[in-house]
């Protein structure tokens, strides 16, 4: 990971996000049944100000193990004045989607981010004549005790928003 002096100012308030996370989730709908699923998150930067992001998960049996790939999504998280991020993803399944949010620092110690949190609410969601219907979400991540934290609530086939995924995630530290 790049040190925060060798980052774009404008990327500092989202540098904690910057590695690879993987960990495991819980998702359900009120049109599908309870399910786990595995995911490996990363966020990265090329120096320039915003970051490249990737999503890959796959649905896990009882022990854990995986079962077959579900979601994947990438995109760029662009970070805007007075902390506030603009998020553009596209998904494989036939979607591509505009995010806004806030992002906030809850916590620094010795020049690093060890709190942070950033809530988005989609604005647009395009979508191909083939994809299911979906109409928009709200996403929160959080960085709590090292760990990142998200969930994702979406309004689809004809359901209000509704509580949709969440997981918790860990740093994947390079030796």
Same mark, same amino acid.
């Given at each position: 990971m790049p040190s925060p002096s060798e980052l774009p100012e404008?990327? @500092?308030p989202l540098s904690w996000l910057i590695g690879t996370w993987v960990g495991v989730g819980v998702g359900g709908y009120p049109t599908i049944e309870e399910f786990r699923f595995g995911q490996e998150v990363s966020f990265s930067t090329d120096g320039r100000p915003f970051l490249s992001y990737v999503s &890959? *998960?796959? /649905? @896990? !049996? !009882? =022990?854990?193990? &995986?079962v077959r790939p579900t979601g994947t999504e990438t995109g760029f998280w662009r970070p805007r004045p007075d902390n506030k991020v603009e998020v553009v993803l596209a998904h494989p399944t036939g979607y591509a989607e505009v995010w806004y949010g806030d992002v +906030?620092?809850?916590?620094? =110690? !010795? =020049? +690093?981010?060890?709190g942070a949190r950033v809530e988005l609410s989609s604005d647009v969601v395009a979508r191909t004549e083939s994809a299911k219907d979906y109409t928009g979400g709200t996403r929160l991540?959080? /960085?709590?005790?090292?760990e990142l934290l998200w &969930?994702? !609530?979406?309004a689809a086939v004809g359901q209000p928003l509704t509580a949709h995924l969440s997981a918790t995630l860990g740093k994947v +530290? +390079? *030796?």
């Open positions: 404008q990327l @500092l &890959r *998960s796959w /649905l @896990l !049996d !009882d =022990a854990g193990e &995986r +906030t620092v809850t916590g620094i =110690a !010795d =020049a +690093t981010i060890i991540y959080g /960085l709590v005790n090292g &969930r994702y !609530d979406m +530290t +390079t *030796s």
